[in-house]
């Protein structure tokens, strides 16, 4: 059964270019959210998707923008990427917006901006 | 807002020392509070968790407690091995929100 899968693994990018990053939830999982890991701190929430719609978003500035197709994979833009874009960014799949007993996670897409 | 607070490392330990990793919290409500792991080049692997006060999380030999007096919810393991070294994230769920607060990591090192 497979996990969550993240492409690509790793990207290099010039500041003010736009980047998709792309998820595939775990097989029976239906909602995706998105978490961006800087250097040496901890993840933080980006924004949840469920149904095709975002449900919750947290501290990110519109450049950040993203979509769930209906076979529940998904999509992190950035456009007019900055330096401090730079950051491991994870998705994280789970059922139905129950959250309580845990996200699986994949391994992420590293991205830097140069 | 909510937080969770970890204790800095890295923490540098021997084979079968007994491991324990601070974690404190600042929530509203009653959150649920967890455990992850990162292993080098993985995404966040669910340690364990607990839902409500005094309960106890467990999983492949760590423990811990969701203590609503001190708020705090540390991991311990009784005698840890090489294989556990890692990245030890604790993390807090609000009731009502969908994102998780994430401290900001223990680095775990355990030496043969």
């Known amino acids: 059964d497979a996990g969550v899968t993240q492409s690509p693994t790793h990207l290099i990018k010039t500041r003010g270019q736009q980047v998709t990053l792309r998820c595939s939830p775990k097989?029976?999982?239906?909602?995706v959210s998105w978490y961006q890991q800087a250097l040496g701190q901890g993840p933080q929430f980006i924004f949840q998707?469920?149904?095709?719609?975002?449900?919750q978003r947290g501290n990110f500035p519109d450049r950040f923008s993203g979509h769930q197709f209906p076979n529940y994979s998904s999509e992190l833009n950035v456009n007019a990427l900055l330096l401090g874009d730079s950051a491991l960014y994870l998705c994280?799949?789970?059922?139905?917006?129950?959250?309580?007993?845990?996200?699986?996670f994949g391994s992420g897409t590293r991205l830097t901006v140069v | 807002g909510d937080s969770v607070t970890q204790m800095e490392g890295p923490v540098t330990l021997s084979e079968e020392a007994f491991l324990t990793i601070n974690c404190t919290y600042t929530?509203?409500?009653?959150?649920?509070l967890f455990w992850y792991v990162q292993y080098p080049g993985e995404g966040l692997q669910l340690l364990l968790k607990?839902?409500?006060?005094?309960d106890k999380g467990s999983n492949k030999g760590f423990e811990a407690t969701y203590r609503k007096e001190t708020t705090s919810f540390h991991l311990e393991k009784g005698s840890v091995q090489v294989s556990d070294s890692a990245v030890y994230f604790c993390?807090?769920?609000?009731?009502?929100?969908?994102?998780?607060?994430f401290g900001t990591g223990t680095r775990l090192k355990v030496l043969a």
């Open positions: 994280a799949s789970s059922l139905r917006l129950v959250t309580e007993y845990g996200y699986t």
């Open positions: 097989s029976g999982h239906d909602t």
């Open positions: 998707y469920y149904e095709e719609e975002e449900r």
């Open positions: 929530a509203t409500g009653y959150p649920s």
């Open positions: 607990a839902t409500k006060a005094d």
């Open positions: 993390a807090l769920l609000t009731s009502g929100t969908y994102k998780y607060i």
